[in-house]
């Protein structure tokens, strides 16, 4: 049986069970359920997008407070009176999605901008103060909170008992996991996920990662409103406690411990912790003859105990026990068809596709470029090449938009690209690879290439949750697979990138910059750490792209390839350029041989 075989039994069995379960486990699952749709949202934000926050639990709050206030206010009965008692619950979903939306983006262009420890630092200081504001604000009943709330109706059947409103629970956290899911099985999905390797290799894709970042914190949040709101039509009475800080780090420990990158991990970890807490709870005070908040510290330490065993979660280490019996979901390629996605028309043979004028880097006193000046046209292989130090990464750093120079101007096709962001080289057609191989390790090779098209796709996050994306995606994921055949990488295809050798992902690195379809490619040492042959297959690679109109530059230390390669050669020394000639012209210049080839050391030790 297939993964989703399994879940549907699951499901299945979960809805015969129902009615038959006792009072005592509808309330815990109920509880699960609600904690586990905010522990999805966090497997997202910080699973998968890796940023870490602390303060989800103050979400559900808004989420579970406007709720209870739109149905219970006299305010708010005032204003709504004419219409159903029954449309107040939803129209308190929709304030609390707005409130919470608007909230979060507030928070999120404070806390976002922030990194590393910065940023949790922010999620806990938030949570911190919505906690306080929600006891404080009286017409929110203060610290006692608010009573009262009417039962949510759905097509007029109120749902008033817990075994019912935990019908609509799970259905809407099944639902959330199927549309996150679909997320990540996406273009868009694949943006999220390049969000943790780090700004830089994802904006040379065209990702905007600021924008990615907050639409994925207002998703959680957004999740975790829901949560909220479901809370306060099961509780029928709301008040800040549960909207604690403590309650925010469980939420956040749920998707950790439960596998911070997997979706099911979510419900596994919510789970986990529920029935810890209330095992803990029951049996600590009988076993040590005393009550107290023991079971607070049995807690932590359980927690780290478990980390230190499973540091990626439960998740998938029970996968891969389970693995014997559950057949994995059909490979994406299955899904692969040859629709065409639009294509970019290269510029003429000869035309320069790249021009550097007078670039100048300064750090403090260190000029690591001085006034470089550099042009590559299509059609040509130019290297640039300099002993150790010379300001080779610098400049790759300057024409690529990783850095802004100190001076000096970089245009593209044309277009004055000075300031500019990474995306916005990739959006004109440059495509690049890093001297430091930059992949989503546990992604296949399929994915990583087809996270190079990502500029080549428009449907966006509700598309791909409602899976409306699909013919785009097959036809991304069509030129993908050429792309990696184009490079020889057949066999790896469905591959983890982190499991190929150092040359071999070279090689996907390359192929993920023609999955964009570049003007100009930009390789960062593409031959180090390749063998003879691979060596080999790149040059003829590289010459084919040459053979077909593509603009590439060279960035390379292996000076038997780019000697082979290369139409023309830049030479850099000390931030300088102290040559520019045909190879033959650059090896037998002396500036160069002296200060690139040491031969007058050579020639010094000979005489
Ligand atoms: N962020 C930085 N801050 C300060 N100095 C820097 C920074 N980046 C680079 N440098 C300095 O600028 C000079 C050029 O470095 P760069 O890395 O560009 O050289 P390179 O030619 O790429 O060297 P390699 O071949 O070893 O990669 C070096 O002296 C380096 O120490």
């Known amino acids: 049986m297939s993964s989703r075989h399994w879940t549907w039994l699951a499901i299945a069995l979960l809805a015969v069970a129902w009615p038959l379960l006792s009072p005592f486990s509808i309330t815990l699952l109920n509880y699960i359920g609600l904690y586990a749709l905010v522990a999805v949202g966090l497997v997202l934000l910080t699973g998968v997008g890796g940023i870490t926050s602390f303060g989800q639990a103050a979400f559900v709050g808004l989420g579970a407070y406007a709720t209870a206030w739109v149905c219970t206010s006299p305010l708010a009965a005032q204003a709504l009176s004419g219409l159903p008692a029954g449309l107040l619950p939803w129209l308190g979903l929709l304030l609390g999605l707005l409130v919470t939306g608007l909230i979060a983006w507030i928070l999120g262009a404070v806390t976002l901008p922030l990194s590393g420890h910065f940023l949790a630092l922010g999620t806990l200081a938030w949570g911190l103060s919505l906690y306080y504001l929600f006891g404080n604000i009286e017409g929110l009943g203060g610290f006692t909170g608010i009573a009262g709330v009417r039962p949510l109706s759905i097509a007029g059947l109120e749902l008033a008992s817990p075994r019912l409103m935990g019908i609509v629970i799970w259905a809407v956290l099944l639902l959330a996991i199927w549309a996150m899911h679909n997320l990540l099985d996406s273009r868009e999905g694949r943006a999220i996920r390049a969000l943790k390797s780090g700004r830089v290799m994802a904006e040379s894709m065209g990702v905007d990662t600021s924008r990615q970042r907050m639409k994925l914190f207002l998703l959680a949040a957004l999740l975790a409103a829901i949560s909220g709101w479901l809370y306060t039509h099961l509780q029928r009475f709301v008040n800040p406690t549960p909207f604690n800080l403590e309650i925010g780090i469980e939420y956040l420990f749920m998707a950790v411990v439960g596998g911070s990158g997997h979706l099911w991990g979510a419900v596994l970890g919510a789970t986990l912790i529920t029935l810890l807490k209330e095992q803990l709870q029951d049996w600590l005070p009988k076993l040590l003859g005393t009550s107290g908040n023991f079971e607070a510290i049995v807690f932590g330490l359980l927690m780290i105990l478990l980390l230190q065993r499973a540091a990626d979660g439960l998740w998938p280490l029970i996968a891969a026990r389970a693995g014997r019996w559950i057949k994995p979901a059909p490979a994406r390629t299955a899904r692969t068809t040859q629709a065409a996605l639009g294509r970019r028309k290269l510029p003429p043979p000869g035309q320069v596709v790249l021009r550097a004028e007078q670039v100048t880097k300064r750090f403090a006193g260190l000029v690591a470029n001085d006034a470089v000046d550099l042009e590559v046209k299509a059609g040509e292989v130019h290297a640039l090449i300099g002993p150790n130090g010379a300001g080779k990464s610098t400049f790759f750093n300057m024409i690529s938009g990783v850095d802004d120079p100190s001076a000096g101007q970089v245009a593209l096709l044309g277009q004055p690209m000075t300031?500019?962001?990474?995306?916005?080289?990739?959006?004109?057609?440059?495509?690049?690879?890093?001297?430091?191989?930059?992949?989503?390790?546990?992604?296949?090779?399929?994915?990583?290439?087809?996270?190079?098209?990502?500029?080549?796709?428009?449907?966006?996050?509700?598309?791909?949750?409602?899976?409306?994306?699909?013919?785009e995606e097959a036809a991304l994921l069509a030129e993908a697979r050429k792309q990696i055949e184009r490079c020889g990488l057949q066999s790896y295809i469905d591959t983890p990138a982190a499991s190929l050798p150092l040359g071999q992902q070279r090689i996907v690195e390359i192929a993920r910059a023609l999955a964009g379809q570049p003007s100009i490619l930009l390789l960062d040492e593409p031959a180090a750490g390749l063998r003879h042959l691979e060596k080999q297959a790149l040059v003829q690679l590289l010459v084919q792209l040459?053979?077909?109109?593509?603009?590439?530059?060279?960035?390379?230390?292996?000076?038997?390839?780019?000697?082979?390669?290369?139409?023309?050669?830049?030479?850099?020394?000390?931030?300088?350029?102290?040559?520019?000639?045909?190879?033959?012209?650059?090896?037998?210049?002396?500036?160069?041989?002296?200060?690139?080839?040491?031969?007058?050391?050579?020639?010094g030790d000979a005489a």
């Open 419 to 471: 300031g500019k962001p990474a995306r916005a080289f990739a959006a004109l057609g440059m495509g690049r690879t890093f001297q430091h191989v930059r992949l989503l390790g546990q992604r296949t090779v399929l994915e990583n290439v087809a996270l190079g098209a990502h500029l080549r796709g428009r449907r966006g996050w509700l598309s791909a949750m409602l899976q409306t994306d699909r013919h």
């Open 546 to 603: 040459r053979a077909e109109g593509l603009a590439v530059l060279v960035v390379e230390h292996d000076m038997e390839f780019v000697m082979n390669l290369a139409d023309r050669v830049t030479v850099l020394e000390f931030g300088r350029v102290i040559a520019l000639g045909t190879p033959d012209e650059v090896q037998a210049n002396p500036r160069v041989m002296q200060a690139y080839l040491g031969v007058e050391d050579i020639e």
